[in-house]
């Protein structure tokens, strides 16, 4: 599976969007991108993903580049309940390891 | 759907002592997963099953031992514990599904709340 690159932090004000960055550049053709998040101590909680084209749902959105070699998490209006670890994830397809890299950790400031 | 339930929240064992994490789905998942999350640091893969009867090692699966009897649970057996094995472990199953247009199966997990491992 790719290996992802992420900061390792980053802060945002409450109400603006956060863009979370991730780069892969040795993603495959088969290979998925993902993102989950963790809060506090709690268990990961996926958020979305995206193969070759850009994805929303009403958590967040995912840009992804045309190479596929980076691709950015968008949460339109963060919170400060958005504060929490994301993880970028590259897995190809019918793998069943998910690997989890150190990921970047987001405050939400008031 | 209750979802992963792990059992117990909290332990405290001795060193050389066993015990064995409990983590039950009732979402009929097939893949099931054990990670480890030492303090400040990212999830590490134990083991996983992609059935009942079939599992398999992670990234560090030394010191630890699984089975899979049922779709339902997927027990983590510590045999001689170790202080390095004091961390938060966190059970996931995952649904897959084929993507539309594209034709390439993604995964996505689901995780339980974790149990709190202390070996003193």
């Known amino acids: 599976d790719a290996k992802t690159t992420q900061p390792p932090s980053m802060d945002c004000a409450e109400g603006r969007a956060a863009n979370l960055p991730c780069n892969h550049s040795?993603?495959?053709?088969?290979?998925?991108v993902y993102w989950y998040r963790q809060i506090h101590s709690q268990g990961p909680q996926y958020i979305i993903h995206?193969?070759?084209n850009n994805e929303t749902n009403e958590m967040a959105s995912l840009i992804i580049t045309e190479d596929r070699k980076s691709s950015t998490l968008i949460l339109p209006h963060a919170t400060l309940r958005d504060t929490a670890v994301y993880y970028c994830?590259?897995?190809?397809?019918?793998?069943?390891?998910?690997?989890f890299g150190a990921g970047t950790r987001l405050f939400v400031k008031a | 759907n209750a979802g992963v339930t792990q059992t117990p929240k909290f332990r405290i064992l001795k060193i050389g002592q066993s015990m064995t994490l409990q983590c039950a789905q009732d979402?009929?998942?097939?893949?099931m997963y054990w990670y480890r999350q030492d303090p400040g640091m990212g999830l590490k893969l134990i083991y996983y099953?992609?059935?009942?009867?079939?599992?398999d090692k992670g990234e560090v699966p030394n010191g630890y031992n699984v089975s899979r009897s049922t779709t339902e649970d997927f027990p983590l057996r510590l045999e001689l514990a170790a202080p390095s094995q004091t961390s938060v472990y966190f059970c996931?199953?995952?649904?897959?599904?084929?993507?539309?247009?594209?034709?390439?199966?993604?995964?996505?997990?689901?995780f339980g709340s974790g149990t709190q491992l202390s070996v003193l």
């Open positions: 040795t993603i495959s053709g088969n290979e998925y």
């Open positions: 995206g193969l070759k």
């Open positions: 994830i590259v897995r190809h397809t019918g793998g069943f390891k998910t690997i």
């Open positions: 979402m009929n998942h097939n893949y």
């Open positions: 099953s992609v059935g009942a009867g079939i599992t």
């Open positions: 996931a199953s995952s649904y897959s599904a084929i993507g539309t247009g594209s034709g390439e199966e993604w995964e996505k997990l689901f």
